[in-house]
């Protein structure tokens, strides 16, 4: 982190993988990108839409790049193997989009593929909560503190802290060892297709959807009896809102974040004190 711009432009310049990354970390963003195939002002905003997540993935996917290429350099392996070796090491640990990295529950006609999508991560998740489950077994009682520590860097902090940076911490009246223990308990659980749906919808406040094309079969629905209401001057903002999530399934464009965005600012005009983070932020529960 000291030297950003002089790591990032190595490990570039030795690794094909990482330099096409930022496109392909997660299988559904790389299917996303290559489908733009125009160079219209639309298709250049398109192309851009997930950035910012490359961004971040890159700041710690390169960290971890440049340890493994180190530490295979110091093991007194070659220049070109020290390279493999950190490409299989971010693959492994951060997930990727490529057609070898995916596993076979993510391969497959259309169909199949709309119930794994967005799994990328949890797919990697599941890996390694396999691998360490098989170690332990293998090594016995000596290896469960490291187990331990294994359990709280990859579920434990992850599950608690993505939903309290989400804003979706425990409601004020709500004892927060069980808000714990709830969160903790399901998170294992999305490393499994099928599973993780159900699970969402018995700990989270979002229900039951077992891919996110469904919401989007439901958005259109829900388009068309509000187009009704507005027709017939029984309208208000909600079918509003219907038609604008429409709107974006059908032409790709981000209208949730666009309509919470307008709605926070709303609030925010109107005397209510939010954060530009909570703003920014998907603060309402869908019903």
Not at 108 to 120: A, H, I, L, P, W
């Amino acid at each position: 982190y000291s030297h950003p711009k002089r790591h990032l432009d190595m490990v570039f310049e030795k690794s094909t993988m990482m330099r096409n990354r930022a496109k392909t970390f997660d299988r559904d963003v790389r299917d996303a990108i290559n489908k733009v195939k125009g160079d219209k002002l639309k298709d250049k905003l398109e192309k851009t839409f997930f950035s910012h997540i490359g961004f971040f993935d890159l700041s710690v996917s390169l960290p971890s790049w440049l340890g493994a290429y180190e530490k295979a350099l110091d093991e007194g392996k070659i220049e070109k193997d020290a390279i493999a070796f950190a490409d299989s090491i971010v693959r492994m640990s951060q997930s990727a989009g490529g057609a070898k990295d995916l596993a076979s529950v993510q391969q497959g006609s259309e169909y199949k593929r709309m119930f794994t999508m967005f799994y990328s991560y949890f797919s990697v998740l599941y890996n390694m909560l396999r691998r360490r489950t098989k170690v332990t077994q293998k090594e016995g009682l000596p290896s469960t503190p490291r187990a331990f520590m294994s359990f709280m860097y990859l579920v434990v902090l992850p599950a608690v802290l993505s939903e309290l940076i989400a804003g979706r911490g425990p409601d004020d009246d709500e004892d927060v060892a069980v808000w714990t223990m709830k969160t903790v308990a399901g998170y294992p659980a999305s490393t499994v297709v099928g599973v993780r749906d159900l699970t969402n919808g018995i700990f989270s406040p979002y229900g039951y959807n077992i891919t996110p094309v469904a919401d989007a079969f439901e958005s259109i629905v829900k388009a068309g009896k509000s187009t009704i209401d507005i027709a017939v001057g029984e309208g208000d903002e909600g079918d509003l809102k219907n038609l604008t999530m429409a709107a974006g399934y059908i032409f790709g464009l981000p209208a949730r974040q666009l309509w919470t965005l307008g709605d926070n600012l709303d609030a925010m005009m109107s005397g209510e004190e939010l954060s530009l983070f909570e703003a920014l932020m998907i603060k309402e529960v869908r019903d």
